[in-house]
């Protein structure tokens, strides 16, 4: 019961995660330019000014789903194993 209990709340976790990359988009997409502004870290790592390319918020958004159904299957695939 504890492991049910933890997988929804990780899986509540990445829904609403994917939740704020398809829907609030423009404040992932600021918290990034942010970050990317703040942290020599992220600049030095390859493609990281792709925050700055005018496609990036299409790219989050399909982030967001791919957590969407990522975590879809997770779930499905924890409780129907629990199932049996």
Excluded at 7 to 22: E, K, M, P, T
Excluded at 54 to 76: H, M, N, Q
Aim: with cysteine; aromatic share 22%; hydrophobic share 55%.
């Amino acid at each position: 019961m504890a492991h049910a209990i933890s997988v929804l709340l990780i899986s509540l976790y990445f829904y609403v995660f994917g939740w704020f990359c398809v829907f609030k988009t423009s404040v992932v997409v600021a918290m990034g330019r942010r970050y990317y502004g703040r942290s020599k870290l992220a600049r030095s790592v390859p493609n990281s000014g792709m925050v700055f390319r005018p496609w990036y918020p299409t790219f989050i958004r399909c982030c967001g789903i791919f957590i969407w159904l990522w975590a879809l299957t997770f779930d499905v695939l924890f409780f129907a194993g629990r199932l049996r």
